[in-house]
């Protein structure tokens, strides 16, 4: 079955503790990317990755890194999380041919206490 | 200004009516269009894509004028299902998406 994975799917975490969000799918798309979406805010693009080794920032960067090592993977990295990193964060992926239309993992629900 | 508005909502209508969403986008080099439903808490799930005029897919119409840079959705006999918040999502020619903060849909018995 086609998908987009996410883990973990709920997490409560305490400021300054490390942690990662791992993203994967297999469809072979090149395209990833991670959101975030907050209540009246909507989707916001954290980092985008057209291919493997080749990340760029979104529209909401800071306090968040990414990797691309694999055309599969796409871990979301918050070395130092805070409170406001509290949010729904979403893993996408598509091809960057033909349609372009992204698929979506089941989210991840992050809360920094 | 926003790259994507949408009109929040909520839209309350009973089952059978037709109801319709706008979409504008700022961004003139948009080169694909697409509508995503969402359910409470779960993640967007593509509804339609639209490269050209619209599409049509049963009880789902979208339509897209470049000029006037919107996209509408048209949804035909609204089923108790359909509830959900409908995202629009323009992509440009450089792969960069938005999305607007979506459209509430409650349709009532």
């Known amino acids: 079955e086609a998908q987009v994975t996410q883990n973990p799917r709920y997490l409560i975490t305490v400021t300054g503790k490390k942690l990662t969000v791992t993203c994967s799918q297999n469809?072979?798309?090149?395209?990833m990317s991670w959101y975030r979406q907050d209540p009246g805010l909507g989707l916001r693009q954290i980092y985008y990755?057209?291919?493997?080794?080749?990340?760029d920032k979104g529209d909401v960067p800071e306090g968040y890194k990414v990797s691309r090592k694999e055309k599969r993977n796409f871990p979301l990295i918050l070395e130092s999380p805070s409170p406001n990193q509290t949010s729904l964060y979403f893993c996408?992926?598509?091809?960057?041919?033909?349609?372009?239309?992204?698929?979506f993992g089941p989210g991840t629900r992050l809360t920094v206490t | 200004r926003k790259e994507v508005e949408q009109d929040p909502g909520p839209f309350n209508v009973p089952e059978g009516a037709t109801v319709a969403f706008n979409c504008t986008y700022s961004?003139?080099?948009?080169?694909?269009f697409f509508w995503y439903r969402q359910d409470c808490r779960k993640e967007p799930k593509l509804l339609m894509s639209?490269?050209?005029s619209g599409n049509e897919d049963g009880r789902f119409t979208a339509q897209l004028n470049r000029a006037s840079q919107y996209i509408s959705l048209l949804i035909r006999d609204s089923k108790l299902s359909d509830s959900a918040t409908y995202l629009c999502?323009?992509?440009?020619?450089?792969?960069?998406?938005?999305f607007g903060s979506g459209t509430k849909l409650n349709v009532k018995p």
């Open positions: 961004n003139s080099a948009s080169q694909s």
């Open positions: 990755s057209m291919n493997v080794e080749v990340t």
């Open positions: 469809m072979n798309h090149e395209y």
């Open positions: 639209v490269y050209s």
């Open positions: 999502g323009p992509r440009d020619n450089f792969n960069k998406f938005y």
């Open positions: 996408a992926s598509s091809l960057l041919q033909g349609g372009g239309e992204q698929y």
